[in-house]
């Protein structure tokens, strides 16, 4: 398996980005797939994130 960079927001914060947090739906299992696993810069979710929180490493946010 390749190693690919995922969304540093993943399943990180329920309040932030709920997907990866407590019950992951087929739709959750989708967007997974398709934008946290591969092509999270290209996720409204996560521009809207990394415009208004900052990441202070890789693994944490904090709220702005």
């Known amino acids: 398996m390749q190693n690919r960079p995922i969304c540093p927001y993943y399943g990180l914060n329920d309040d932030l980005c709920d997907v990866g947090c ?3 739906s087929p739709h959750d299992v989708n967007m997974i797939i398709r934008y946290c696993s591969k092509q ?3 996720c409204a979710k996560y521009l809207e ?3 208004r929180v900052p990441l202070t490493s890789p693994l944490t946010a904090v709220p702005a």
């Open 22 to 24: 407590g019950y992951i």
């Open 40 to 42: 999270f810069t290209e």
């Open 49 to 51: 994130l990394a415009d």
